[in-house]
């Protein structure tokens, strides 16, 4: 493997764990406000301990996880230079204001809801504990407003002579791209959250202990999980919306789909055969099922739309709302260029070598002109914009078909457990409650495979290919450095989980019912 | 000397007696936050082994990890930003 494959594992191994304790945090911390909530309107103990068993669990989580995301940016100073230059302030920015408002929300407010129970008011308690849920969230916006940013480049300019994008519309972040995928990632936590707190509390009762406590619970965890699952899918949706018209390559990879049509249909479940490329004749699917015009109103929400596949959008093919067949810059055009666009910023460097203004300005408007195919000059084939079409499509349908079956569950918790009677006889049902936790986990790192693997070769799209934008690191020390990583974040995983097991196991033999 | 210059604060007396009484509220804030992080981490029970991984955690991300493994490359290498501008340029140009 090259330096550039060690730096995407490395970069793929750090971000996978530090999502593991991310989600849990977006959403237990709103479960226990919820909670607390509960508590301070009716001041019933039983709800004031069933927030304090939460609460430190989330405790724990947030201990463990915290600053495991800083090693990521620990890696584009190191081994991502190149990008880290030339995204210039439009990713410093988001991710520096995360920074302050984590440090100053999380040092403060987590504080107060751990240490502030017999020092400050309920009411300013309950708030603290809102804001460690909002302040949370505020954190996640920054992060996924700069990873949009990387899937959809707008509100800047690059400028030859800084060798940088400079940012000209603040506001221009906040796009569909960035709104849906904020939206989706934190109500993913809800829904994460909420399955984590049904498996615990059905271990309760599984152990028949503190039945109360746990009923209680899982009405809470039900509840939100299912308000953060329906929201997920809406989101989910126009997520999808959003990548089919600025990231159709990562669409059709999705679905493993070369060639589209009108009335579109989806793969519920299927094999992507291999032997398939863009320019050759074998089948897509070495076996699928389909539903009828599925991608098409995924895609476009009209079942009628024509939805292009990887040979069509290489060829520069589409179809227009109104049936017509139209051109769009093929694959073979965006090299070319994207070589002009390299060409010009040449000739912009040997202008600027002899202080040539009138020299710099020509290539600067001819680097202007091409400058939306930039990274494209990189490629000396097609191929190599065409990404991973297997990982995504298994981790598209992983994610679905994890998502559908938690959905229903939920459903399922939901209606069950206003009978009670048969919910606490139905052991089968808090087994699997029980043992779809971990599951729930990889539903939703297969969401961000589905994301990042998707948009590949780019780190950002069309302007900078994973390849162009690794600095001059040795091997070596990207080999040494992954495998302290995968030891460090293993031990970190190993305590949280047995430290929780540990605090379940004890709050479990408390009295927490009344 | 006017007894005007007796004063050693330019404020009026209802001002100096504002900004005493905004001082002493800030100074019990701080003495009461002190004391709730002072009292709350020496009964803390689970959260003392929690306070301890994080310890451990940021040294070795910081002191180990950052130091040893993870400079700043174009930091560490050049000056300027414009010898920066000019090195990602080359980079980018000619890539590995």
């Known amino acids: 493997m090259t330096v550039v494959d060690w730096s995407r594992w490395q970069f793929a191994l750090t971000a996978i764990y530090h999502w593991l304790f991310v989600p849990l945090t977006l959403g237990l911390s709103v479960m226990v406000a919820i909670m607390e909530s509960i508590y301070v309107r009716t001041g019933s103990q039983a709800w004031l301990k069933a927030t304090k068993f939460w609460m430190t669990l989330f405790g724990i989580n947030f201990a463990i996880g915290v600053a495991t995301g800083l090693i990521l940016e620990f890696e584009f100073g190191t081994n991502w230079s190149n990008y880290s230059w030339f995204v210039g302030d439009i990713f410093g920015a988001p991710l520096a204001i995360e920074g302050i408002v984590a440090f100053f929300m999380e040092s403060t407010f987590v504080a107060v809801m751990f240490f502030g129970w017999h020092r400050v008011s309920r009411r300013f308690h309950l708030a603290a504990t809102w804001l460690t849920a909002i302040g949370a969230s505020i954190s996640a916006l920054w992060i996924l407003v700069a990873n949009a940013w990387m899937q959809y480049p707008v509100g800047m300019e690059f400028d030859p002579a800084q060798m940088r994008n400079v940012m000209d519309n603040f506001w221009a972040l906040f796009s569909g791209i960035a709104v849906n995928k904020f939206f989706h990632a934190v109500f993913s936590g809800w829904a994460l959250a909420g399955i984590f707190v049904i498996g ?17 619970s899982i009405k809470v965890g039900a ?143 001819r680097l202007k002109a091409d400058y939306p195919y930039f ?140 | 000397m006017t007894s005007k210059n007796n004063h050693s604060s330019p404020l009026s007396p209802v001002a100096e007696t504002r900004r005493t009484g905004a001082a002493a509220s800030i100074g019990r804030f701080a003495r009461s936050a002190w004391s709730m992080y002072y009292d709350g981490f020496r009964s803390m029970t689970v959260g003392k082994t929690l306070w301890a991984i994080i310890l451990v955690k940021l040294f070795l991300f910081f002191v180990v990890i950052k130091l040893l493994f993870f400079p700043d490359v174009l930091k560490r290498d050049f000056d300027t930003d414009e010898q920066r501008a000019d090195h990602v340029r080359q980079e980018l140009l000619d890539p590995r």
């Open chain 1, 200 to 216: 615990v509390s059905s271990w309760f009762l599984i152990k028949n202990r503190n039945r109360e406590f746990a009923i209680r």
């Open chain 1, 223 to 365: 509840w939100t999980g299912l308000a953060g699952m329906l929201m997920t899918m809406y989101t989910g949706d126009g997520s999808a919306v959003e990548v089919t018209k600025h990231q159709p390559m990562k669409l059709a990879a999705m679905e493993g789909l070369y060639k589209g049509s009108t009335q579109q249909g989806i793969v519920a479940m299927g094999l992507v055969n291999p032997a398939k490329s863009w320019n050759n004749d074998e089948d897509e699917y070495l076996f699928d099922i389909e539903l009828p015009y599925g991608l098409s109103i995924l895609a476009k929400h009209d079942p009628n739309a024509f939805v292009p596949g990887i040979t069509d959008i290489i060829e520069g093919v589409d179809i227009n709302a109104n049936g017509d067949t139209i051109n769009t810059v093929g694959y073979a055009e965006r090299i070319a260029r994207g070589k002009m666009a390299h060409e010009a910023l040449r000739d912009f460097d040997k202008a600027k070598a002899v202080h040539d203004d009138e020299g710099m300005a020509d290539a600067k408007a």
């Open chain 1, 375 to 514: 990274g494209y000059g990189y490629f000396d084939s097609v191929d190599e914009a065409i990404p991973p079409v297997g990982v995504t499509f298994y981790s598209f349908r992983v994610m679905v078909i994890l998502g559908s079956f938690f959905l229903l569950l939920y459903i399922v918790v939901l209606v069950g457990i206003y009978r009670r009677q048969w919910f606490e006889k139905s052991k089968w049902l808090q087994w699997i409650a029980l043992v779809s936790v971990p599951f729930m986990w990889v539903c939703s790192e297969a969401g961000w495979m589905v994301a990042e693997v998707g948009r590949q070769p780019w780190t950002v799209q069309d302007l900078l290919p994973t390849r162009a934008a690794i600095s001059a690191v040795s091997t070596t020390t990207v080999i040494t450095t992954f495998w302290m990583f995968a030891g460090i974040f293993t031990l970190l995983l190993v305590a949280e989980v047995s430290i929780m097991i540990r605090q379940i196991e004890k709050g479990s033999k408390k009295d927490l019912n009344s």
